[in-house]
């Protein structure tokens, strides 16, 4: 159970790191005088170089972009965080940590996903597309892996992920409820 803890907090640290980086990057489009990303664009040559922000007048592709890759990043942070257990201790109800790193890693998957086919779909196949554009469409079945990870980590027989056996925690709600 320890290898497999430790490989899924691994691979969910990696996949939010890639995430992460191709979020904050600007090389999702790169050719040899210009770079874009989903925040700004620079020019490398000429008489306007230099970076500027794309931004509110772009189109509703990009916006749906950041959208999804805001809500994926946030859905990789709290599988990372749940994987890290004893540092951050935090249960919703009955739900295990793992259980609850898995399906946010899951939904991080999906969220990734819709991004970047958004972004392939709309930029078309005639673009150069840049290493940012690649370490997102990385992250996807990182976070894919880790999911199936942590919902095997929750799957071991009769112990939880933060030690407690189902057996004394039922035990524990009885007594509660009992009381």
């Known amino acids: 159970m320890q290898a497999l803890q430790i490989g899924a907090m691994i691979c969910s640290f990696i996949s939010l790191l890639l995430f992460l980086i191709a979020l904050g990057s600007d090389h999702w489009v790169a050719d040899s005088n210009r770079t874009i990303g989903l925040w ?31 809500l994926g990043m946030t859905a990789g942070a709290i599988s990372c965080l749940g994987l890290c257990g004893k540092y951050f201790d935090f249960q919703f109800g009955f739900i295990s940590r793992a259980k609850t790193s898995a399906i946010a890693s899951i939904l991080a998957a999906v969220c990734v996903l819709i991004a970047m086919a958004s972004y392939t779909e709309h930029v078309g196949s005639l673009a150069s597309y ?8 990385a992250s996807f ?14 799957a071991v027989q009769g112990i939880r992920f933060d030690g407690v056996s ?4 039922l035990q524990t709600f009885l007594v509660c409820l009992y009381n």
Request: charge should be positive; include cysteine.
């Open 40 to 70: 700004k664009f620079c020019v490398y040559y000429g008489v306007n170089s230099g970076c500027r922000s794309l931004g509110t007048d772009v189109n509703n592709f990009v916006h749906s972009t950041r959208v999804f890759m805001l």
């Open 141 to 154: 079945p990182l976070f894919l892996i880790t999911g199936g990870l942590a919902f095997r980590l929750n």
């Open 130 to 137: 840049g290493w940012s554009f690649g370490l997102g469409w």
């Open 166 to 169: 189902k057996a004394q925690k």
